[in-house]
């Protein structure tokens, strides 16, 4: 009898072991395809088949793009066949602000490059994207006009997946926009921050509405869609956690990888160095320009502040600037005659592309370095 109620027990706790896995199981699965639901094909074609029942013209072959937008929540799409007429278009409502928190934000993203990629792809996921990398919100009035600078050299394959990611994030937050690709012509030693500079300037160039400043290497993407490029009251660093560092601040005054500036907090520190050649230490330097100037850096939560960074090689004639430690301990000496007021560069091409601008300038070489004894 004993082992009978003993047999009857183990069967009831195995049976209720057996519940609890699939129970836990099923809750794994539904996390799982929360995250990554988007990147599935199964569920971007069943969303496109819903989007198209609500906007009969949204583009279902864009499964990293958004749909578009008709003006104003509740309005109706327009008709294939009509236009609207001067009275309707009289009438229709004028332009809300956009939300401060976007509503069709996604969150974690799943960033990966092992897809092919090409502009040709980018090109197709993006219609509502103007020549030359512009966009603008078509259903609320942006609270900034952004441009995105990105420093480059023989990059192109790196150049495809940030777009990629990028067109998408940028458009669903909301954010009036244009991406410009500052090319450093010849083979000379590099110089981001100097490239950096130009961009500046040239995009202001370009339009002079520009009132926020995003700099970005072009080989770091954005883990969440809630790491929203704007600025904001202090200078912003984005890039609080890549993966090479283990998703940690590598340290406390980090401003390197993606980082965002007013027009008014640019100026106010004279820009970035132009004196820093080779890999390092400018980012350092523009740190020291922020605080040495009354200002603090902000930054993101660090669960939203994720990068990942597509892995390469280092640049040939990108080797480590072995000046960069005594060039960041004499920042306050240099800053006000080393920046944005005594750039020099020569303009070389302005292209205008489907997906982004590109800048190619000559910014020089490095001075010869001392001998020594």
Known sequence: MTRLLLGVTLERICKAVLLLCLLHFVIIMILYFDVYAQH????SRFNAR??????????????????PSYGPAGAEAPSPSTKPSTNQSATEKPLQPCQETPPGLVGRLLIEFSSPMS????????????????????????RQKVAILIPFRHREHHLKYWLHYLHPILRRQKVAYGIYIINQFGEDTFNRAKLLNVGFMEALKDDDEYDCFIFSDVDLIPMDDRNLYRCYEQPRHF??????????????????GVSGLSKSQFLKINGFPNEYWGWGGEDDDIFNRISLNGMKVSRPDIRIGRYRMIKHE??????????????IQNTK????????????????????????????????RPPPRLARG
């Open 40 to 43: 599935l094909d199964f569920f």
């Open 50 to 67: 819903n989007a198209s029942r609500a906007h009969p013209f949204s583009n279902s072959s864009r499964p990293n793009g958004t749909a």
């Open 119 to 142: 502009m040709e792809r980018v090109q197709r996921e993006n219609p509502d994207v103007r020549q030359g990398g512009k966009y603008t919100p078509p259903d609320c009035l942006p």
């Open 239 to 256: 890039a609080v956690g890549m993966d090479k560092f283990g998703f940690r601040l590598p340290y406390a005054g980090y401003f390197g």
């Open 314 to 327: 280092r640049d040939k004639h990108n080797e480590p600037n072995p000046q960069r430690f005594t060039k």
């Open 333 to 364: 000496m240099t800053m006000k005659r080393d920046g944005i007021s005594s750039l020099q560069y020569r303009l070389v091409e302005i292209s205008r592309q489907p997906m982004y601008t590109n800048i190619t300038v000559e910014i020089g």
